[in-house]
């Protein structure tokens, strides 16, 4: 059994880098706890391959250019394998890091500009864009499709309908304004000096 160390989300591994850090710790430690569902930790290992604290998939290490196709992990990782970057939490937090940095550009292409305070009216009730909100949906669902479901309900007076989507990305559209939702006021950049 793991020790403690290796189970829980510190706010930043390395205090030294916490003046670099963006992400704020709220965030960072409410990511974890819906990905990995508060077990395991930063040890935290899906069936599907997804790795870590914040549940890493394969395709999002291969995003930021961590893995490739094959599982190889690249230099610029830091880590050489799977259970040497479930014992970096160091690792982990760039990972997040990058990934939703990636996330942003990716949400901004074509100079696209989130709504930011826009009001929804979602499948289950209205909510409100917010940065924290769409970083956590983008986490889930990834760029492109967050970006098509901003744009797709700015094109229909910011309602939502399921008949909107095809039956098999439902599901996602539902766990988007879910995110949207859950996350709209925990803080997502860190506050200078906090």
Do not use: C
Not at 54 to 78: F, H, M, N, V
Not at 150 to 172: C, F
């Amino acid at each position: 059994m793991p020790d403690l160390a290796d189970t829980t989300v510190t706010p930043v591994p390395d205090q030294r880098l916490r003046v670099y850090w963006p992400i704020s710790a709220r965030f960072r430690e409410e990511i974890a706890n819906e990905e990995s569902r508060g077990s395991g930790g930063y040890r935290a290992l899906n069936k599907s391959g997804a790795l870590g604290a914040y549940q890493l998939t394969p395709i999002a290490l291969e995003d930021i250019k961590w893995r490739d196709k094959s599982g190889t992990w690249s230099e610029a990782s830091g880590v050489a394998s799977d259970e040497a970057f479930l014992n970096n939490p160091l690792a982990q937090e760039i990972a997040l890091k990058e990934y939703l940095n990636r996330n942003q550009r990716i949400l901004r292409n074509d100079g696209f500009e989130p709504p930011i305070g826009q009001t929804i009216r979602g499948l289950k009730g209205d909510l409100t864009i917010t940065e924290s909100g769409l970083a956590a949906a983008m986490h889930r669902a990834g760029a492109p499709l967050v970006n098509r479901y901003l744009q797709t309900l700015a094109n229909r007076n910011w309602a939502n309908d399921a008949r909107l989507w095809p039956a098999d990305q439902r599901p996602m559209i539902a766990a988007i304004e879910e995110r949207l939702r859950d996350f709209a006021n925990v803080p997502y950049l860190r506050q200078f000096g906090h």
